[in-house]
């Protein structure tokens, strides 16, 4: 059975994200008109909905427990009123539950924890209480005042109020005797296993959600019932401002160059947004770097912070300095570095310059890595050209730090859930220039929910990579639908959006549909992409196909992106999406692309790239993708403690 207190009628069947299912259900506004009169309004001390008995109401009082209240007039009027309300509520239940035949069985009872059995019947037998002993007994279904008084639950069956937690055999047996008599022996036959579920989904599913008061906040406290909302509210405490000892000081020391490193998730784009707001709060012009195309998103997503800090806290003391946006290309165009520079140089007002640029990398050890001395020559010449100089970086790679900055190495996670950091942490040992987290620190709000793993094998799975499987792409919206994703109510606290989850993939043919200039698909979605698509989730696609060939598209996508602008999933090249972050994270694992950039990697090395650069995306709720080590050579990380391992058909 589940027993449930103080339902409040307005609670019943009150979210709006399930307004649709439960329209057309009886609730209490829509009482019929004859029934009216018993008011909308009022709430279940105690309701218990019992499979084998059906549906008890119960109210209670607690007359008696002071001296002021102990005498029998006390007890009258308390039990008259409580008499009333019990009709009431039986009215309430009975509608609530109209629509489903047969009816279940309805009955009521009295708590009365500090009035004895003894006392009771004495008030119910004196003779100037006729009135209310004919009452009770029509309200309880007692032939006379005898059954009346143990069909209530009274002080003999319970606990001593001194010591309410100390429930003795005795106590167990007087309990039970009462239950036999107020529910009877017999089953009630009409309640099979489907309607009990029907009838507790009703009164204690996510539909109804309860808020409890809190004397110390403004905002109630709403209780979590489904996966959904507790991913929700999670990811909304990880967004929550938190800033290290290390952090503070860094700030409070104020250098006027520094290179912040550390692991993903560690706080490093933070530090650049406060202090670039430092900037603009001084008067001073900030200039937002994009050196790579891998930068493009995070740049823009500081700029946006830049400016929503100005409007949010304005300073009418001070004339605020403007945000600038530069985008180059250091890993294809050599030139761009020069560009750079003349830029800038030209942008410095009075010797001074304010630089910002996230996802720096100065490693120059690797001939592919082109763009880490590129890095190096832009922080050099602008030292050398401009007097008085502030830049601030970030990167995650460590393996050269400049010296022209000052180096700060944070080590304490701040953005994903512990959960999500097991899945990340066993790699990080494997890269020499990737500096490890801290075990101390910043407690996390919650450890997050459980990885969700999906298997791309059985049947309608397509050979080859997940990218291209359109079953794998509705196995995620099955996990997305599970969570309630998509809620119909704009950027609700405790619903998840669209737009808080990504989808990664390595793949570089990661693509949307092909038009040509007629609009007919030359080239259908990625199998991944029409799969989220035929479950009706609505997605936004940063492939690799579009990257070369359509740059206004492009960046036009990675500026949506970036912001959140429109409420749809992305899928995505996860290096496109560095240094942005999601509630709910599904990670296409093992996905290559045509080009033949794996040379000489390990599947294991891989596998390592995929969890650094796409798992640390995910705040909250990881969904791994992958495909089973029996059906491939890949030798991966292995799973955290918790996991759950699922089908499509297991979470519809």
């Known amino acids: 059975m589940f027993v449930v207190s103080e339902l409040n009628f307005k609670d019943y069947l009150n979210e709006p994200f399930y307004a649709k299912h439960t329209g057309k259900l009886p609730k209490p506004a829509n009482l019929p008109k004859e029934l009216r009169h018993h008011g909308k309004q009022g709430d279940f001390d105690i309701l218990v909905i019992n499979r084998q008995r059906g549906i008890l109401i119960g109210e209670m009082k607690s007359v008696g427990k002071t001296k002021a209240n102990r005498e029998d007039t006390d007890v009258v ?99 039970s005797t009462w239950w036999q008599h107020r529910m009877a022996c017999t089953e009630d036959t009409r309640l099979t296993d489907q309607l009990y579920l029907d009838i507790v989904a009703r009164f204690v599913g996510p539909a109804t959600t309860v808020s409890i008061p809190v004397p110390c906040h403004k905002k109630d406290r709403v209780e979590m019932r489904t996966a959904g909302q507790a991913v929700a509210e999670l990811g909304r405490r990880l967004t929550f401002l938190v800033l290290t000892l290390q952090q503070l000081d860094l700030m409070n020391r104020d250098p006027p160059r ?18 670039g707001s430092r900037w603009l709060r001084q008067g001073h012009d900030v200039h937002v770097l994009s050196t790579v195309y891998d930068t493009r998103a995070i740049s823009t997503s500081i700029k946006q912070q830049l400016e929503m800090s100005l409007s949010a806290s304005p300073t009418p003391s001070l004339t605020p300095g ?47 890595y082109k763009n880490g001395p590129r890095h190096v020559q832009l922080v050099t010449r602008l030292a050398q050209q401009v007097p008085h100089l502030y830049l601030w970086c970030a990167g995650v790679h460590n393996s050269y730090k ?8 944070f080590t304490v996670p701040l953005r994903s859930a512990p959960v999500v950091l097991r899945e990340i942490r066993p790699v990080i040992d494997r890269y020499d220039n990737v500096d490890d987290y801290s075990d101390s620190g910043v407690p996390a709000p919650g ?131 560095s240094g942005l972050e999601r509630r709910v994270v599904a990670v296409l694992q093992g996905s290559r692309g045509k080009r033949d950039d794996d040379a000489g990697r390990t599947d294991e090395r891989i596998d390592a790239i995929d969890r650094l650069n796409a798992v640390s995306r995910c705040t909250t709720q990881l969904i791994m993708v992958s495909t089973p080590p029996a059906l491939t050579t890949t030798t991966s990380t292995p799973p955290s403690q918790t996991t759950t391992t699922t089908t499509c058909n297991q979470l519809v």
């Open 77 to 175: 009027k308390v039990i008259d009123k409580a008499v009333k309300q019990l009709d009431k509520y039986e009215v309430h239940a009975k509608h609530m539950v109209s629509d489903i035949a047969p009816s279940p069985t309805v009955r009521k009872t009295l708590f009365l924890p500090y009035v004895s059995h003894t006392q009771l019947r004495r008030i119910l037998d004196d003779e100037n209480n006729s009135k209310l002993q004919q009452v009770v007994c029509q309200s309880l279904g007692a032939a006379n005042t005898a059954e009346a008084v143990q069909l209530c639950c009274c002080s003999d069956q319970l606990s001593q109020p001194a010591s309410y937690w100390h429930v003795t055999p005795a106590v167990l047996s007087q309990l």
């Open 258 to 275: 520094a290179f912040i490193t550390g692991a993903p998730g560690t706080g490093k784009t933070v530090v650049l947004v406060l202090q």
């Open 322 to 368: 403007s945000v600038s946006y530069h985008r180059y290309d250091f890993y294809n165009r050599e030139e761009d570095v020069e560009q750079a520079v003349t830029d800038l140089v030209a942008c410095v007002k009075n010797g001074h310059l304010h630089v910002l640029v996230d996802e720096a990398f100065f490693d120059s050890s690797v001939d592919r």
């Open 447 to 577: 450890d997050g929910l459980s990885v969700i793993r999906l298997s791309h094998h059985g049947n309608d799975h397509t050979d080859g990579c997940t990218v291209d499987c359109a079953q794998c792409g509705q196995d995620i919206a099955a996990v997305l639908r599970r969570l309630g994703v998509g809620s119909s109510i704009a950027n609700s606290p405790s619903r998840l959006s669209y737009r808080d989850v990504f989808v990664l993939t390595r793949s570089t043919d990661l693509h949307d549909d092909v038009t040509n200039e007629a609009g007919k698909v030359t080239s259908p979605a990625s199998g991944v992409v029409q799969g989220l698509k035929d479950a009706g989730v609505p997605v936004s696609v940063l492939g690799g196909q579009d990257f070369p060939h359509n740059w206004a598209r492009w960046e036009g996508a990675v500026q949506d992106v970036a912001v959140a602008a429109t409420d749809t999933v992305t899928v995505a090249v996860y290096h496109f999406m």
């Open 402 to 409: 400049p010296p022209a900055l000052q180096t700060e190495v």
